[in-house]
């Protein structure tokens, strides 16, 4: 009955396997080797290299990386065969690039050495120097330092870019801002950037909010480094003249453990129209979420909460509930009292998902998904 099936489905089919047993079913037969081949079954395609059999890749990968549009690579940084295994595959992918649309890396298992990614990094960069028309890089899984280098490669090799995110963990924010105003300038269809706070400068959204300027969509800024614990705020009007020119713009803002109390003072600027705030401090929490709740109430729409259980945080919850009407999702990770939960289901009418815990459970918890 298999072979009566058309190509079509085969295709189907084959698009859910994994690398090495779309590799086995090439071998069935010719229908399926041609179905096995074909563009729609590797169109989106996902390869963990922590997975897949170790000199597979060569043989059999090489016929079908002209049909690869968008690519999510995951591998183990932390093992060699699974770093080497993903550094080929994108040293391959770099002389079939020019149709790539779409590159997400995605690094998994134990954390791996400071300067472990400089192959996969230099692997990437000369992806992009062949991939014209790449409209999506994200690089937020790679926990390695992303410099310049790279920023201003994938600037003179990807002008069509769409999205582009960097605000990936890392110890040290070697992006500046003058290599992210090289980037805007030579991309300028881009509608998406993720970046850290340190990367970000007055000029940067001076450039965004140009009357030439495509529509921008989202700013994610991350703020998990020192370099970003001292940068300078930018000031309230250059938020305002990119906010006037783009009036859906939202903004994801994370603040990490390392951000002293005086940082996110700074940090949290009323002019920002913040859309996802994740709170994830060694200090307290409590005043910035009702900072949150007075001056995000219009633009909130996301809030995640790493905090210890109190009283305080209660009450300041239960107000950002009142005040903030459109809030889509909230996620707040220790036990919170039941007028908490009660709060948010009376006041969030448009609300999809919550993680509010009355009481301890076993993690990892699970978000409640609202009818």
Not at 175 to 185: C, G, K, N, T
Request: glycine content about 2%; charged content about 25%.
């Amino acid at each position: 009955m298999a072979e009566k099936l058309p190509e079509e489905v085969l295709a189907l089919i084959f698009r859910h396997l994994p690398l090495r047993d779309r590799a086995t079913a090439a071998r069935v037969c010719k229908a399926w080797a041609a179905a096995a081949t074909s563009s729609a079954v590797w169109y989106d395609t996902t390869i963990s290299c922590d997975y897949e059999q170790e000199g597979m890749f060569p043989l059999y990968l090489c016929n079908c990386l002209d049909y690869i549009h968008n690519l999510r690579l995951k591998y183990e940084p932390s093992k060699k065969t699974s770093r080497r295994s993903a550094t080929e595959l994108l040293t391959a992918l770099a002389s079939h690039a020019t149709r790539l649309q779409g590159l997400r890396l995605e690094c998994c298992g134990e954390k791996p050495l400071f300067d472990s990614g400089r192959d996969v990094l230099d692997a990437v960069q000369t992806v992009c120097r062949n991939a014209c028309k790449l409209h999506h890089l994200d690089l937020r899984r790679l926990p390695f330092t992303l410099d310049d280098e790279l920023v201003l490669q994938v600037a003179r090799g990807c002008p069509e870019l769409r999205s582009i995110f960097l605000d990936n963990h890392t110890l040290v924010d070697s992006v500046r801002p003058s290599a992210v105003l090289e980037l805007l300038e030579a991309c300028p269809h881009l509608r998406a950037l993720g970046l850290h706070l340190a990367s970000l400068s007055a000029s940067v959204l001076q450039v965004l909010a140009a009357p030439d300027r495509a529509p921008f969509k989202l700013l994610a800024l991350r703020c998990s480094c020192r370099d970003d614990a001292h940068a300078s705020p930018v000031p309230d009007e250059s938020w305002a003249a990119l906010r006037c020119r783009h009036p859906g713009l939202a903004v994801e803002l994370e603040l990490e453990p390392v951000m002293p109390a005086e940082s996110v003072t700074r940090i949290l600027q009323p002019a920002v129209p913040v859309a996802a705030l994740r709170l994830d401090l060694s200090g307290d929490t409590v005043d910035s979420v009702y900072f949150a709740a007075h001056h995000y109430a219009a633009t909130l729409r996301v809030l995640e909460v790493r905090a210890s259980a109190s009283p305080k945080l209660d009450a300041a919850l239960q107000e950002l509930a009142a005040r903030c009407s459109g809030l889509h999702e909230i996620h707040c990770f220790c036990v919170v009292k039941p007028s908490v939960l009660a709060a948010f289901r009376a006041h969030c009418p448009r609300l999809r998902s919550y993680t509010l815990k009355l009481k301890r459970e076993p993690h990892p918890w699970l978000p409640t998904l609202v009818q």
